[in-house]
């Protein structure tokens, strides 16, 4: 019997050119080097030598880039969780490189903020069909930033719709980040905290503090939490060593530095150091918001949840009517408000109808009133007392 000189028997050598399974390249993919393994055992040796080498020599380069390099990542509480990859610490002398700590994204007020600024956004931007899924990711370049400053300070920015390369993102970011200064009357502590190169770099912190800032200024009807703080550390390269430090990064403080910030009154007077007294202005507005309201067989009690009667809007707007003599029209308002901006329109309708009657605007934020903050609900009140306390029915 004739046999084909081209054939191979099952236990011949594999010509060096023939092809290698698929298990032999996934091993060698791998950089797998156990010799025993019968996958690969005799077989593509030069194209396996030829792998290893080059993951030596990856090897080798990051072990001269951080050569005399001592990681010191300090050993406090939860760092095990951060994963020390010295390839991402090659720095140049004296360079400092921040990231956010893996336990601040998961505390529960920086989640929180997030969530809250991110609805916020999705709200004003959603006439424009943009959806922001990550504030890090979808704000870096400047693009949403330029769409939302424009809706919410009726300006138009001139920068390119696209922008493809990264100069060209830096100077649409710096522009719009020098808009924002401009109008929100940024210090210049304040523009460091959220500098075009920080945010281009996707710094959360930069980016909350940026957002915390404009929620703020626009007055956006969201409740922002106080004391929000994240932990970031901070690397830098000196004298070829890597010292690193922890820090916190305060994003917002109290509520009443979170709130608009008007100049202190009476009320801050009796709610910090006369509640005795505080007791008798309550009863007092009570009973004047009473007077006016029982003719639509309205009341309005004064305990614990005064601030919460007043929550939705429906009776500043009523008694509003009442205190100037006319009908408002059912249309103009929302009489059974189910969720947070009906309730806000009402407020900020009421407010509307305040400043008709001649008075200046309140001393408060719709939203505040919305969220049931008793201060700013008895300045309103108080604000209404004083100009309508010598009405007839009074």
Same mark, same amino acid.
């Given at each position: 019997?004739?046999?084909?000189?081209?054939?191979?028997?099952?236990?011949?050598?594999?010509?060096?050119?023939?092809?290698?399974?698929?298990?032999?390249?996934?091993?060698?993919?791998?950089?797998?080097?156990?010799?025993?393994?019968?996958?690969?055992?005799?077989?593509?040796?030069?194209?396996?030598?030829?792998?290893?080498?080059?993951?030596?020599?990856?090897?080798?380069?990051?072990?001269?880039?951080?050569?005399?390099?001592?990681?010191?990542?300090?050993?406090?509480?939860?760092?095990?969780?951060?994963?020390?990859?010295?390839?991402l610490f090659i720095l140049e002398?004296?360079?400092?490189?921040?990231?956010?700590?893996?336990?601040?994204?998961?505390?529960?007020?920086?989640?929180?903020?997030?969530?809250?600024?991110?609805?916020?956004?999705?709200?004003?931007?959603?006439?424009?069909?943009?959806?922001?899924?990550?504030?890090?990711?979808?704000?870096?370049?400047?693009?949403?930033?330029?769409?939302?400053?424009?809706?919410?300070?009726?300006?138009?920015?001139?920068?390119?719709?696209?922008?493809?390369?990264?100069?060209?993102? &830096?100077?649409?970011?710096? $522009? #719009? /980040?020098?808009? @924002?200064?401009?109008i929100l009357g940024a210090s210049? +502590? %304040?523009?460091?905290?959220?500098?075009?190169?920080?945010?281009?770099?996707?710094?959360?912190?930069?980016?909350?503090?940026?957002?915390?800032?404009?929620?703020?200024?626009?007055?956006?009807?969201? &409740?922002?939490?106080?004391? $929000? #703080? /994240?932990?970031? @550390?901070?690397?830098?390269?000196?004298?070829?060593? +890597? %010292?690193?430090?922890?820090?916190?990064?305060?994003?917002?403080?109290?509520?009443?530095?979170?709130?608009?910030?008007?100049?202190?009154?009476?009320?801050?007077?009796?709610?910090?150091?006369?509640?005795?007294?505080?007791?008798? $202005?309550?009863?007092?507005?009570?009973?004047?918001?009473?007077?006016?309201?029982?003719?639509?067989?309205?009341?309005?009690?004064?305990?614990?949840?005064?601030?919460?009667?007043?929550?939705?809007?429906?009776?500043?707007?009523?008694?509003?009517?009442?205190?100037?003599?006319?009908?408002?029209?059912?249309?103009?308002?929302?009489?059974?408000?189910?969720?947070?901006?009906?309730?806000?329109?009402?407020?900020?309708?009421?407010?509307e109808l305040i400043q008709d009657?001649?008075?200046?605007?309140?001393?408060?934020?719709?939203?505040?009133?919305?969220?049931?903050?008793?201060?700013?609900?008895?300045?309103?009140?108080?604000?209404?007392?004083?100009?309508?306390?010598?009405?007839?029915?009074?």
């Amino acid at each position: 019997m004739s046999v084909d000189a081209g054939a191979q028997s099952p236990t011949s050598p594999r010509p060096k050119d023939a092809q290698l399974t698929f298990d032999e390249w996934r091993i060698i993919k791998k950089g797998t080097d156990d010799a025993e393994s019968p996958a690969y055992s005799g077989r593509g040796p030069r194209t396996l030598q030829k792998k290893k080498k080059t993951t030596e020599e990856k090897v080798t380069e990051v072990h001269k880039e951080t050569q005399g390099v001592k990681p010191e990542i300090p050993l406090s509480p939860g760092a095990g969780e951060f994963n020390w990859d010295p390839s991402l610490f090659i720095l140049e002398e004296g360079e400092v490189r921040e990231m956010v700590h893996p336990r601040s994204k998961e505390d529960v007020k920086v989640k929180d903020l997030t969530q809250l600024l991110l609805g916020w956004l999705n709200r004003e931007l959603s006439d424009q069909r943009i959806l922001v899924k990550d504030l890090e990711e979808d704000l870096f370049d400047g693009q949403i930033l330029g769409k939302l400053l424009e809706k919410l300070a009726r300006i138009e920015l001139q920068f390119p719709e696209v922008t493809g390369s990264e100069m060209e993102q &830096r100077h649409k970011l710096t $522009v #719009v /980040i020098d808009n @924002i200064n401009n109008i929100l009357g940024a210090s210049p +502590l %304040q523009r460091e905290k959220w500098t075009p190169d920080l945010v281009h770099c996707k710094n959360l912190v930069a980016i909350l503090h940026l957002l915390v800032a404009m929620a703020i200024y626009f007055r956006a009807p969201i &409740r922002i939490p106080d004391n $929000v #703080v /994240i932990e970031v @550390i901070k690397v830098q390269k000196n004298k070829g060593h +890597l %010292q690193s430090a922890t820090a916190k990064k305060h994003i917002t403080t109290s509520s009443e530095a979170v709130s608009a910030k008007f100049e202190r009154d009476a009320f801050d007077t009796l709610f910090d150091y006369a509640p005795d007294k505080l007791q008798l $202005v309550r009863q007092s507005l009570v009973a004047f918001t009473n007077l006016h309201l029982n003719i639509l067989n309205l009341a309005v009690t004064d305990d614990h949840s005064l601030e919460q009667q007043f929550s939705d809007g429906v009776y500043l707007v009523l008694l509003m009517g009442l205190l100037e003599d006319y009908f408002v029209p059912l249309y103009e308002f929302n009489i059974t408000p189910t969720n947070f901006d009906e309730k806000v329109h009402n407020i900020k309708f009421s407010f509307e109808l305040i400043q008709d009657a001649g008075l200046p605007p309140p001393k408060a934020r719709a939203e505040d009133i919305v969220n049931g903050d008793l201060k700013s609900t008895l300045r309103v009140l108080y604000h209404l007392y004083n100009k309508f306390k010598q009405s007839p029915r009074t």
